[in-house]
């Protein structure tokens, strides 16, 4: 391991250095469909029962009136409590982007969802500051996406394996990257917001299917937004807090990959090669490509829930692991449960956020089908490696057939199969319904879609808190 690196420098010149002008076409127009997909989350997100004590908890503390809170009217609160608020929305259904990785040897686990910590963090400090150009808002989330995925990239297994929450972890530096930016930090103080957000980066898997889980995201948006101002105060900390034997790498996962950190960041940029990955259905991305095949043995057997005696699913432990609960009895263990998601797809035909319902999970049907659901170790799946998504169904059926069916590697929403703009734009409608009406949903999406382009942030960050004088306009 080297413990000699300067992986904090690097970063620190990737930042001060890197301009709007230097951003290629193709990461903007990427940038710009995971800011709509971030953006529906956050609506569909300030309905979640989590997200309502936050936002109650931030209302009453109280204190500056620095940014709004999604869905919640013109209320404002200070900066951090307010990216707290937002990061926890943007992932309460777990249905955000996600980083894609090529290495055979580099677990999905280990990769974050990397869009909601920088555009959180922008866009409040955005709100904060006031009158930000879009281009430079779009530039600070393209660091701060870049920076976090780089160093997720880099990150030995281990780290995963520990049980750390790559994006609570990670996704701290993924804020406090985009924060700096737009708070103009250069130099030592730059390295000191990195080195505060070291020390804040937090999340552990044991809450994974709580409502803790999502608030991972929350605080690492809150911690980055946080470490950012602090050091724009003068508040120090390590100036090289990446390296060493006592920094992030080494303590957090007993070192990184060097050969692939030679490169650097932005060569090229993670959001271009290998890409992100926008999410169909509100699980972990884990079960996405097993949920498609259940779909497609449902509808191409025309296969009726009465029929089925017995589902059996075989995957490897990367999948098995993480999704955890044998039997889901709400419907955030519902997201980290395979029998939960494929007896919904038996039962529904679909998984939108409205299918991920308590009542609907506890229901008889959804709990009997589960409990005839078995989930199998397949090690002949193990050995092909863990950098794509592999399983395979097995239905038994009532009257004796057995049907099988092979999940298709090639994720539908990754950049090989990616979601097209017209199954974006619906995704967007769909989270932002009973939120704003479709009037400011048709504004919203137009101001998103033009970020970069000259659209009034002012007025983007006011439809997403739902202002309801705003709303009239």
């Known amino acids: 391991m080297n413990l000699s690196s300067d992986i904090t420098a690097k970063a620190v010149r990737f930042i001060e250095r890197t301009t709007y002008e230097d951003l290629p076409e193709e990461a903007l127009v990427v940038g710009r469909r995971c800011m709509v997909d971030t953006v529906g989350l956050y609506l569909a997100g300030s309905r979640e029962a989590s997200v309502r004590i936050l936002i109650e908890d931030a209302l009453a503390q109280g204190g500056r009136e620095d940014a709004p809170l999604p869905g919640n009217g013109s209320a404002k609160v200070p900066a951090s409590l307010a990216a707290r608020v937002w990061g926890t929305a943007g992932h309460a259904h777990d249905w955000d982007d996600t980083q894609v990785s090529h290495d055979p040897a580099h677990i999905y686990g280990l990769l974050t969802h990397p869009s909601v910590p920088p555009l959180t963090a922008a866009l409040i400090i955005a ?3 006031g009158n930000v150009d879009g281009r430079d808002l779009m530039l600070a989330f393209q ?13 030995k297994p281990r780290h995963y394996r520990r049980g750390h929450h790559t994006s609570g972890t990670v996704g701290t530096f993924g804020a406090a990257v985009a924060a700096a930016k ?28 709580t409502m803790t889980k999502p608030l991972h995201v929350g605080r690492a948006c809150e911690n980055g937004v946080t470490a950012a101002r602090l050091a724009a105060a003068g508040f120090e900390a390590d100036p090289a807090a990446l390296d060493g034997p006592w920094g992030f790498f080494s303590v957090m996962g007993e070192g990184f990959d060097e050969d692939k950190a030679v490169a650097g960041f932005g060569a090229p940029l993670t959001i271009i090669e290998p890409g992100v990955s926008i999410k169909p259905y509100p699980s972990g991305i884990l079960t996405h490509q097993s949920m498609d095949a259940m779909l497609k043995l449902v509808l191409d057997h025309d296969l009726k829930p009465q029929e089925v005696e017995r589902i059996r699913f075989f995957a490897g432990k990367n999948i098995i692991e993480p999704i955890r609960y044998p039997i889901a009895q709400n419907h955030l263990q519902a997201k980290f449960s395979m029998p939960a998601l494929l007896a919904m797809i038996v039962l529904c035909r679909r998984a939108s956020h409205h299918e991920f319902e308590d009542a609907f999970v506890a229901g008889d049907a959804m709990q009997d089908l589960q409990a005839r659901t078995d989930v199998i170790n397949d090690l002949e ?11 395979r169904i097995e239905v038994i059926t009532k009257d004796g057939r057995t049907l099988i069916q092979w999940a298709d590697e090639r994720y539908r929403g990754g950049p090989s199969n990616p979601i097209s703009d017209a199954g974006l734009q619906d995704k967007f409608r769909m989270c932002a319904e009973g939120v704003i009406d479709a009037p400011c949903q048709d504004e919203l999406l137009a101001l998103v879609q033009s970020i970069d382009k000259g659209a009034d942030v002012g007025r983007l960050v006011a439809l997403i808190s739902g202002e309801r004088e705003l709303a009239a306009k």
């Open 381 to 391: 799946i193990d050995a092909l490696g863990y950098d794509k998504i592999r399983s």
């Open 127 to 129: 709100s904060e500051k």
């Open 182 to 209: 737009l708070l103009g930090l250069t130099g030592d103080k730059l390295a000191h917001a990195l080195g505060l957000a070291a020390s804040f980066a937090a999340g552990i898997r044991v809450n994974f299917g």
């Open 143 to 155: 660091l701060g996406f870049e920076v976090e995925c780089k160093i997720a990239e880099w990150m």
